[in-house]
């Protein structure tokens, strides 16, 4: 009896299924790869939009999701930065994840960065997640009057305003990827409960 022909395609298959059920067990609705333009931002919002209509979700968690998925994706747009060819494979690209749970909205968002930007982003995420609620509206309003801009636009203020919004410290970490070249994770929580 000859034995039944292997499908050549079945390791990729079994990956897409395995992803599937991670997916499933996690919760995570929405996964994106690539470059983030306007449209990429739009197209996302609709969905999450259209899924949390269906789940009857409050108007102030919604409108905080949305604020926080903007200002993530972003994020992602103005700061992926761009890399020599040997490195390409990061360029100008980000992943973005929406998942919920029935306490909470988790957003997360993954970015290369150059290595040497890593000290002056840590200490600012560092800063924001040990100010108080009257103390991040004073560093939002002075940033917003004398924040000096970096060449790419903000000040820091989209991570202020996630954590203005959300009252959650702001989830971060590094990766290194080469000696140049480290993955900025972001990880944010909007809980249910708003």
């Known amino acids: 009896m000859a034995?039944?022909?292997q499908n050549p395609d079945k390791g990729f298959l079994e990956f897409v299924h395995d992803f599937y059920t991670s997916?499933?067990?996690n919760e995570i609705k929405l996964v994106y790869e690539g470059k983030v333009t306007h449209q990429i931002t739009k197209a996302f919002i609709a969905l999450a939009e259209a899924q949390m209509e269906k789940d009857e979700e409050a108007t102030k968690v919604q409108r905080v999701v949305f604020h926080v998925m903007v200002e993530?994706?972003?994020n992602i747009s103005r700061h992926a930065d761009e890399y020599e060819p040997g490195e390409a494979l990061y360029s100008g690209k980000g992943v973005f994840m929406?998942?919920?749970?029935k306490e909470a909205y988790c957003i997360t968002t993954g970015n290369a960065i150059y290595?040497?930007?890593i000290p002056e982003l840590e200490a600012t995420l560092k800063e924001i997640n040990g100010l108080g609620v009257d103390k991040l509206k004073?560093?939002?309003m002075k940033q917003m009057r004398e924040g000096s801009l970096s060449e790419k636009g903000g000040a820091g203020l989209g991570f202020i305003d996630i954590r203005r919004k959300t009252g959650q410290q702001l989830d971060y970490h590094f990766l290194p990827?080469?000696?140049k070249i480290s993955f900025f994770l972001l990880t944010t929580l909007?809980?249910?409960s708003l």
């Open 3 to 5: 034995e039944p022909k």
């Open 115 to 117: 290595t040497k930007k």
């Open 190 to 192: 909007i809980p249910r």
């Open 98 to 101: 929406v998942s919920n749970t």
């Open 72 to 74: 993530c994706l972003q």
């Open 23 to 25: 997916m499933k067990d």
């Open 177 to 179: 990827i080469s000696d």
């Open 138 to 140: 004073e560093l939002y």
